[in-house]
């Protein structure tokens, strides 16, 4: 360390008068003594918290005050309770950290009652590292949705200029006050530690690391549901290094808690998922014996650090017995918190849960478990009875092992089986089914290895020196990782199948629905070749890509794929499985598509009745269902109806996938289209501007969903008669959804007439048929004759035709959109109305004005309602009604 002499110097300087001072005064002393040396800072909270003794320190919040820079006494923000900050209602005040304060807040507005937790940076506190780990830790939780984790709502700033954090409120207690206060066995703390081990590998698997696992972080709900708290010091994983490394902060300022620090945070090096695994360790240590692995109050900086990166901890059972020795009543005490004593606790740690935390805690560590799921493996192996990876896999520690799971069926064989050869026979036996159990535990090693190799790999692609100065960008990322995956990875096929699964539904999610289908073809016939025609991996995998088919607008094969997933999943699981659900909502899509709005609202019923039933109603997968299901009311005219529903779907994404979520922003487009629909459009005008926002920033400006919102906002200019920008709107619509989708996807057709219908009203209608025919020959290569979809364009095109004084031809397009919208809209459909208006004008300009006049009077309130007055269609129905008197 570079100056450490210097440093030292300068620590134990400081920290011998800060002693000697109040808690109030030693604040501001520390920090004008280290100004803005973070360095130094760091050391001096160390040092002094250790000769304070730690846990007064840490009760004082005396360390996340100085960090903060400023003590509680003058923070403005003890005057927010009773206040509103957003939407939002302080109550009273949870906690303080190193970057501010957390308050209890609940909504204030009637939408619905919902608790929070706002973390507030607290005044004064806004300088640029701050602020950036605000923003880095709102960008770390947006990512992760997780059961396990306490999730981001939302965010923003107050009126005077204040960053804040609004997150899922938990109320629970640290996990080992509620370990102790409930006196849970050891292996009722294991099965928590097992569920926290899967929250810290999810956030891996999303390239995060915590740093910071202590107790405190980790709250248990009245419901023993364990929640993973505070990544304000986590960081995204530093493409410099790999998938697996990040930097130390950029000012060198190790933050930590010493007391559940690994070596390599202790000297400052790079931090890696190895690092929580270490953490994990400690964190199991502390909850299994009672007692930290190291004794770290009084010593100095110097110790402290030679201890954690050199000293090797006891193993558990080896301090229950140290302490056994050294205090009986204390270790009395500790053992009835796991309801048990002190030599059954001393028994239970021997062995395994001895070698599972020592695997966890090695210094090096590319000797500690791969995985965090690979550490959670081998202590459900333990709670099972099973052989675990820690420990060495002698043929007497599997045979023993056997034996205590099979303690009842031995002694019984041992009791009649007499002879030498029965014995061996059993004990054949014995040693083929323990080979069995060392494979798949191999297995599961192997696999994690492969996948944390794989991984490494991809992100070392952004490495300078591989990529020789040239930008890595994600399609490049995924290109070469999916072509890394289908030529390699053969000796592990369900790891390859899952990794080709993943990456072609990211594809789709990008709009690159071609290579979307490649892969997940080869993830079909990957889980086929594994698992035989029928298997309920089999059926998901053709849900899957039958829904990237959709996308691709083939829907003849969309349909045999969608088919054959529901069959299979209703024959294996049941009808009711919540599996199936996700199969019919993508069938009710399939159904939309072809036309059939009857189909479609049966099949995402069903698919809701199915979340219902299984209690999933409040998840964001049945706010999907119910966004399709409101998509589909907007086709029937019941816009009251849909626009309660894109409501409900909007509140739960919002709080489970908070605003930064293209799904929310669909939400947010649907809305301003059923605003728009009952004709309110400065409310109309808001909503999309916020929907192209939040898709345009999560998805980018070229992605076909954002596509989608950008020709909405082109019809919405449509109607509100700003035809010049909406002309310029769709045209580039048309542009990117052509290269995006392809030439022949029906949704290039919707936007060519949706252009056309701006043309006709700005008096073009040449341009404007040419934009329906192209349209029409569209829909004829991809969707039924009668779909809804035709009917729109040959209305567009009768329009034209009628403009330009074809009447003949008008009246035969507009009779043929006639019969097609009769069939599959309401009577009062806007659509249907636009099509009547148009045979109408038609057929007086033939002057047959009977024939006319029953057509104009029944269209023009229709029209009047949904276009306004002031559109061209409505005037021109209601100027041809006015030459009828």
């Known amino acids: 360390m570079e100056n450490g002499n210097n440093i030292h110097e300068q620590v134990t300087t400081i920290v011998a008068h800060a002693r000697g001072l109040s808690t109030q005064d030693r604040g501001d002393y520390v920090r004008r003594a280290c100004g803005a040396d973070e360095t130094l800072l760091s050391h001096v909270l160390q040092a002094l918290g250790d000769a304070l003794g730690e846990k007064v320190a840490q009760e004082q919040g005396f360390w996340d005050d100085v960090a903060a820079g400023e003590s509680a006494r003058t923070s403005p923000l003890e005057t927010l309770e009773g206040q509103l900050l957003g939407r939002y209602r302080i109550v009273r005040k949870l906690g303080s950290g190193g970057m501010g304060d957390v308050y209890l807040a609940e909504r204030a507005d009637e939408e619905y009652q919902q608790r929070v937790a706002l973390k507030i940076v607290r005044g004064g506190l806004f300088s640029p590292q701050i602020q950036s780990r605000l923003r880095m830790e709102r960008q770390i939780l947006a990512t992760l949705q997780h059961p396990n984790i306490a999730r981001l709502l939302d965010g923003g700033r107050a009126p005077d200029g204040t960053p804040y954090l609004v997150m899922e409120y938990i109320d629970g207690e640290p996990i080992d006050t509620y370990c102790d206060r409930r006196r849970l066995s050891v292996a009722e703390r294991l099965q928590l530690l097992r569920t926290i081990c899967g929250a810290v590998h999810y956030a891996h698997q999303n390239l995060i690391v915590h740093r910071d696992l202590k107790p405190n972080n980790i709250l248990i709900t009245p419901d023993g549901v364990p929640k993973l708290l505070d ?76 201890i954690i990166c050199e000293q090797e901890a006891l193993p558990p059972s080896a301090m229950v017995a140290r302490v056994m020795d050294e205090s009986p009543e204390l270790m009395a005490d500790l053992a009835s918190h796991r309801s048990t004593t002190a030599a059954r606790l001393q028994k239970q740690l021997r062995g395994d849960l001895d070698n599972i935390i020592g695997m966890s805690m090695r210094k090096d560590p590319e000797r500690r478990y791969a995985s965090a799921e690979q550490l959670a493996a081998d202590v459900e192996h333990h709670l099972n009875g099973q052989p675990v990876l820690a420990t060495s896999d002698t043929w007497v ?230 966004n399709e299901l409101a998509g589909l009311y907007t086709y029937r005219n019941d816009f009251e109806r849909a626009a309660t529903l894109f409501r409900a779907a909007l509140d739960i994404d919002r709080q489970s996938l908070g605003n930064d979520h293209p799904q929310v922003g669909i939400h947010v487009l649907n809305l301003a289209f059923t605003s728009q629909s009952l004709g309110k459009l400065d409310e109309a005008a808001g909503l999309y501007t916020e929907a192209l926002q939040i898709l345009g920033k999560v998805l980018g400006e070229t992605h076909p969903l954002t596509l989608d919102a950008s020709a909405n906002y082109g019809r919405f200019l449509h109607r509100r008669g700003d035809l010049a920008q909406a002309e310029q709107v769709l045209v580039r619509v048309v542009d990117l959804d ?143 009604l006015a030459s009828l008197e």
Request: glycine share 6%; net charge neutral; with cysteine.
């Open 231 to 306: 990544f304000g010091i986590a960081k995204l994983l530093d493409s410099r290094h790999s998938a697996h490394t990040l930097a130390v902060t950029h000012f060198e300022y190790r933050v930590m808690t010493p007391a559940h620090a690994s070596p390599e945070q202790v000297r400052g090096d790079v931090i890696t998922t190895a690092s929580d695994i270490y953490v994990l360790g400690v964190l199991m240590y502390e909850l299994l014996c009672g007692r930290r692995p190291f004794h770290l109050v009084g010593t100095s900086l110097t110790d402290m650090e030679r």
């Open 738 to 880: 052509r290269k995006a989708r392809g030439d022949q996807h029906p949704y290039v057709g919707h936007d060519l007439v949706s252009l056309g219908l701006v043309r006709v009203d700005a008096g073009n209608a040449a341009r404007a048929e040419q934009d329906f025919s192209a349209a029409l020959a569209i829909y004829g290569a991809s969707l039924p004759a009668d779909h809804p979809f035709a009917a729109s364009a040959l209305s567009g095109l009768g329009r034209a035709q009628l403009e330009q004084g074809r009447l003949k031809e008008a009246e035969q397009t507009l009779r043929q959109a006639s019969q097609i919208a009769t069939k599959s809209l309401a009577a009062d459909s806007p659509q249907l109305a636009a099509i009547n208006s148009s045979l109408g004008r038609t057929l007086l300009a033939q002057d047959r004005p009977s024939a006319a006049a029953p057509l104009l009077r029944e269209s023009y309130p229709l029209l009047a309602k949904a276009q306004g007055e002031d559109a061209v269609i409505t005037k021109r129905t209601k100027e041809a």
């Open 397 to 626: 520690y599997r045979t023993r092992k056997f034996i205590k799971r099979h303690a009842l069926s031995v002694t019984a064989g041992v009791a009649v089986v007499i002879t030498l050869a029965a014995f061996s026979a059993v004990t054949y036996i014995q040693a083929q089914k323990i080979a069995e159990e060392r494979d798949v535990a191999t297995a599961e090693r192997t696999r994690a290895e492969q996948i944390s190799s794989f991984l490494v790999e991809l992100f070392e692609l952004s490495d300078p020196s591989r990529s020789r100065g040239n930008q890595v960008t994600a399609r490049e990322m995924l290109d070469i990782g999916a072509r890394r995956i289908r030529f390699g990875l053969n000796d592990q096929p369900e790891t390859r199948a899952t990794l080709l699964g993943t990456i072609g539904r990211v594809y789709g999610s990008m709009g690159l629905h071609e290579s979307s289908v490649e892969l997940l073809q080869d993830a079909l016939d990957s889980r086929i070749r594994i698992h035989g025609e029928r298997h309920p991996e089999v059926a998901q995998a053709r849900a899957a890509l039958g829904l990237a088919l959709c996308e691709r607008g083939q829907l003849d094969a969309c349909s045999q794929q969608l088919d054959a997933a529901l069959a299979m999943q209703k024959e294996l699981l049941g009808a009711d499985a919540v599996a199936v659900a996700p199969t019919l909502l993508a069938h009710g899509r399939l159904a939309q598509l072809r036309g059939d709005l009857d189909g479609a609202e049966r099949y995402f019923s069903d698919s809701l009745e199915i979340y219902r039933q299984h209690g999933q109603d409040r998840t964001s997968a049945a706010a999907s269902v119910m």
